[in-house]
């Protein structure tokens, strides 16, 4: 029997026991459907991480007031936890950083024309900008000279854009912010989440001096909320850190038996934990789908059995009439390797629906695409589980004795 009848005879097979097929396919289906959506989504989160650490800036760490004590121990003690643009200062001259920048930030009433929302402001100075790899897709980002003059200017997002000036030039108008008005002079390119929570595409930065002078109105205007600041691509992250902590805790007349009375978090050990965390969480996901894909197969084997007793005489006949053990083994073996292979196709469009979905409902943050070498190991899984499970239905019906099948009823 030449290989083509072999598969036509599996498919006929298959046929006259539809409901049967289904049922037997089903492991496999659910199996190799998480199998393939798991590794979409372990590639897809990888990318996701890239992406936003791409939009972040590499090598970024911020620094925060507060450190191991907490506010009411810092309170007894007579001190506040505060950073100063001081500071930023500082960090900005050491060369194992390749800048410093600090940062004011608040939700305010921000409002034009009849429009109106709360909205994410933060003042910054120009070296934010580069720190954090931000571009504009209209008009210009302010300079050194708007900062020292306080200068009420903005650059929107995206979404800030459209709110306030759908399909008009931004460029040029005003907002108010707190009802104290900043000239629009650019459009911020590209979306996402930022390590605050907050969307690119729905902030307002402004200069820091501004925001100090009009918006947070603090008594104490070089006081920030934190600092960003970005470590040398060609050096080390560890020794960027311990510069940092040595200078802050210097100008903070820190003790040495004292704890530090800031904070420095790095963004690429954070990725790293994700990353730990995803991978993690693939793992368990794909022992899951391995024990579906193994039910599977335990039921496909379970399935060809019954087959095989239910075929007996056929079996019988073929033998009878010229058949080889070797040809009915193949045969047995074959239809187990279709069910999974066809389990398999089935898997793999219920995958490819289901990073579909969440791709859609994503809010366009998490994109999940199936990659080939996810496809091309689902369908070496279904064709393993296939020859591992059918094997043994196989070989008992090519060692039956034609008699004896013959007389079977």
């Known amino acids: 029997m030449n290989p083509i009848q072999i598969l036509i005879e599996s498919f006929r097979s298959m046929a006259a ?47 925060m007031p507060g450190g191991d004590r907490t506010a009411a121990q810092r309170a007894r003690e007579g ?3 505060v950073l100063t643009q001081g ?20 939700n305010f009433k921000v409002s034009a024309g009849n429009e109106n929302l709360s909205s994410t402001v933060l003042g910054v ?35 800030v854009a459209d709110q306030f000036f759908y ?13 104290v008005s900043f000239q629009v002079i650019g459009v911020l390119a590209g979306e996402g989440r930022q390590p605050d929570g907050t969307d690119l595409a729905e902030q307002i930065v402004v200069p820091i001096t501004a925001a100090s002078a009009h918006l947070v109105k603090s008594p104490f205007p070089q006081n920030v909320h934190y600092i960003n600041a970005q470590g040398r691509p060609d050096g080390s992250m560890v020794d960027a850190i311990e510069d940092i902590k040595e200078v802050m805790r210097d100008r903070h007349r820190i003790r040495v038996d004292d704890p530090d009375d800031f904070r420095v978090q790095n963004l690429n ?17 794909g022992l899951i789908g391995a024990i579906s894909l193994l039910v599977g197969g335990i039921g496909i084997m379970n399935i060809m059995l019954v087959s095989v007793t239910e075929r007996t005489r056929e079996i019988g006949i073929r033998m009878a009439i010229g058949a080889r053990p070797n040809a009915v083994l193949l045969q ?34 998490f994109e999940v695409y199936l990659t080939m070498s996810g496809i091309l190991v689902a369908c070496g899984f279904s064709t393993a589980v296939g020859v591992f499970f059918g094997f043994y239905p196989a070989r008992r019906a090519s060692r039956l004795l034609p008699v004896d099948c013959l007389r079977y009823e």
Not at 88 to 106: H, K, V, W, Y
Request: proline fraction near 2%; include cysteine.
């Open 125 to 159: 100075t120009p070296d934010m900008f580069t720190i954090r790899n931000w571009r504009v897709d209209q008009g210009t980002l302010f300079g050194e000279a708007d900062v020292r003059a306080s200068a009420r200017l903005a650059v929107i997002g995206q979404k």
């Open 17 to 63: 026991n539809r409901l049967r097929t289904a049922l037997t396919m089903l492991g496999i289906v659910i199996g190799i459907a998480s199998v393939v959506l798991l590794l979409a989504l372990g590639d897809s989160m990888q990318r996701f991480i890239g992406k936003q650490l791409q939009m972040l800036g590499t090598n970024m760490v911020y620094i």
């Open 87 to 106: 500071d930023a200062e500082a960090l900005n001259a050491l060369p194992s950083l390749t800048g410093a920048a600090p940062a004011l930030q608040g």
């Open 269 to 285: 050990t954070i990725a790293e934990t994700a990353n730990k965390i995803t991978t993690g969480l693939a793992l368990l996901l």
């Open 79 to 81: 001190k506040v936890a």
């Open 332 to 365: 047995f073996l074959a239809e187990a390797v279709v069910i999974c292979l066809a389990g398999g196709l089935v898997g793999i469009a219920i995958a490819a629906g289901g990073a579909a979905l969440i791709t859609k409902f994503g809010g366009g943050d």
């Open 167 to 179: 399909r008009a030039d931004p460029l040029g108008r005003y907002l108010r912010i707190e009802n």
